[in-house]
């Protein structure tokens, strides 16, 4: 063989393996070069062939027979400019009169297999500009988080999407949000993610695990309140209701006081207080709900009806005394009996990893985001963790979790112990917390919900 071939060979053999073993690497290093030229060359006839193009205008056609020149061409939208990104690229275009985003989205699958990207998702920026954001490779193989600074405000990153951008769970944006899915896909290590990037945050968290604390009561550390079973389960609901109105009164207090004064904000809510009267936001962790739901004989419907009525009540009522649900269950319909369709409809963030049939994807999406049924029931056995999360729009977005190990999140926890608020109300459901843990503890000098 020619002896210059051989480091061309080396070449591509290196850009095989590492398109086989490190799809990242690859793409920063080659991906991104072919792929914004294949995207640039085949423009036009992709544009073309997806029915993307807009016919000549008529003055154009007059134009061309007067000056006895060739038809002209039908038009694709102008590009605005092209990006590239760490796992793809960033297509802005401008549409042609008469061109709509809608037809952008329908096309997105056409468009990925012709310019041979993993994935195309499209959406509008502002009218008449939209923006198709393509994958080079499929970042949901092996979810990398790409570093993020900690949201203020409980917004918490919690996966990533097929389009390569980051997934957050934000609390003020949605409150309370609902997480189904089969057993084995993924939810309890979803919802460690979201406990761990919760951690070092101003939040008290509040769990409740029927699995007897499986999940939760390793994070202990980071809690300020744990319910272990059922019946401690309607105790500790009942506790936080009480609390709810305590933080109501406070904001009704300060409402009268801001009322008497000219120009003053008026409170609605806890974000409105002065930050020194502020309570702490809480988060609400539900692990098996339907645990909750589940009676054998009399007292324990009551019980159940009991804790089914704090539920409603917290996720009507909780957002604005800053109390936020996330509740996590395989499955949450009407069987399982009074008041949890009208809990499902207070929790409007949705998100389903896989389902074992479309009876559960539709308790999911089936009142929110229709066409996320389908790609719920679609969700690959052999990927654990990948879900799918309805955005407010009705829109909705693959995504997958990190896989944070039960390790990974109790280090976390127990390195920020000491940001554990404590709520007077919430004091008996405090769980008992390793003493090497305690050991460790700074106390802060002051947290706003001992203040309160
Ligand atoms: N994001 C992820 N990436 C890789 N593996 C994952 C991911 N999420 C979950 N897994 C793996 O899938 C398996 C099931 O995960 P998990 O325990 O979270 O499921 P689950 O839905 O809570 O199940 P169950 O309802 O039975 O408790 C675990 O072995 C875990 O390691």
Sequence with gaps: ???????????????????????????????????????LIRYRSVMDACGLTVPPSRWRLALARVANRPVPEARSPRILWLRPTVT??????????????????????????SFSLHNVVSREVRSGVVELRMTGYDVLRRVRMPTVVPGEGLRVPVALREDGEVHYRDYRQVPHALNVGATQSGKSVYQRTLVAGLAPQNVALVGIDCKNGVELAPLAARFTALADNPGAAADLLAALVAYMGRVYELIRTEQRISVALPDAEITADIWDLPAHLR???????????????????????????????????????????????????????????????????????????????????????????????????QIDKNRPGTAVAGDSSGGWSRIRAPHTTLRQAVDTCNAHAHRTPSIPELEPFRPAVPVRVLIGKVQPKTTTATAF
């Design 1 to 39: 063989m020619d002896a210059c071939w051989v480091p061309l060979l080396v070449v591509l053999v290196a850009a095989l393996l590492l398109r086989w073993m490190r799809p990242t690497w690859y793409w920063l290093t080659f991906g991104v070069t072919f792929a914004a030229v294949r995207v």
């Design 88 to 113: 793809g690229l960033v297509l802005r275009l401008k549409l042609r009169p008469g061109q709509d985003a809608f037809d952008f989205s329908a096309s997105s699958d056409r468009l990925r297999h």
């Design 279 to 377: 309570p702490v936001p809480v988060v609400l962790l539900v692990d098996e709900v339907a645990e909750l739901a589940l009676a054998a004989n009399k007292a324990e419907e009551a019980r159940r009806d009991q804790i089914v009525t704090h539920l409603v009540r917290l996720s009507q009522l909780g957002r604005a005394a800053g109390i936020y649900l996330e509740i996590c269950g395989q499955r949450f319909g009407s069987e399982l009996g009074k008041g949890i369709t009208m809990l499902r409809a207070q929790l409007t963030g949705r998100t389903a990893h896989r389902v074992n049939d479309e009876t559960s994807a539709n308790m999911a999406f089936g009142d929110t985001s229709p066409d996320a049924v389908l790609a719920a029931v």
